[in-house]
């Protein structure tokens, strides 16, 4: 039997462009298609409508796709959600950061696409709740819901007319289900 070489975050931020994306779970490549335009499409109504509010609020950073998190050392785990934010304290506490992000988001919102297995976004639901993460928002066009996670057992499906509350993790922003699948 013959066990694959595992991956360190280093190797994968000097991997060479072949036109993929790659997130990295317990020290194995996972190679992930590139997002089709209504998944673009709904990661940027969300990126754009949170970076405003935090930047016209200053309370911290708001991270685009394909931005990389090391959330597990030993074997090494790198996710990439389709958006990020981390508060202003924990930014500035870090400094300067090059490469990965060293832990989780605060918050990771998640799209789902259409050649995504619900398993896997399960599981990376998982990982950034084990790993820190405060709030994980997972964005269904197909159901044109938002489950909104707090932890494994706070857990909320939002339809049409509900509104996405940023609670303690984005304070005061807010997103109206029905303006993202608008």
């Not at 931005?67 to 030993?74: D, E, K, L, V, Y």
């Not at 939002?158 to 304070?171: E, H, S």
């Amino acid at each position: 039997m013959t066990t694959a070489q595992k991956v360190t975050a280093e190797e994968l931020l000097q991997m060479p462009d072949d036109g993929l994306r790659y997130e990295l779970v317990k020290g194995e490549l996972v190679k992930m298609a590139p997002a089709g335009s209504e998944h673009g499409d709904l990661a940027m109504r969300v990126g754009w409508r949170l970076g405003q509010y935090v930047e016209n609020h200053n309370l911290g950073k708001v991270f685009a796709a394909e931005t990389g998190f090391r959330i597990a050392s030993n074997p090494d785990t790198v996710r990439a959600p389709d958006v990020a934010f981390i508060s202003k304290g924990r930014v500035e506490e870090a400094g300067l950061v090059e490469g990965y992000w060293p832990g989780a988001p605060d918050l990771a919102v998640e799209v789902i696409s259409p050649t995504d297995i619900y398993t896997a976004v399960q599981a990376k639901v998982l990982d950034w709740l084990d790993a820190g993460t405060l709030m994980v928002a997972v964005v269904n066009p197909r159901q044109q819901t938002v489950t909104v996670y707090r932890s494994r057992t706070d857990i909320a499906i939002l339809t049409g007319n509900d509104i996405m509350d940023g609670q303690d993790v984005v304070p005061g922003w807010t997103l109206a289900i029905r303006d993202l699948f608008a």
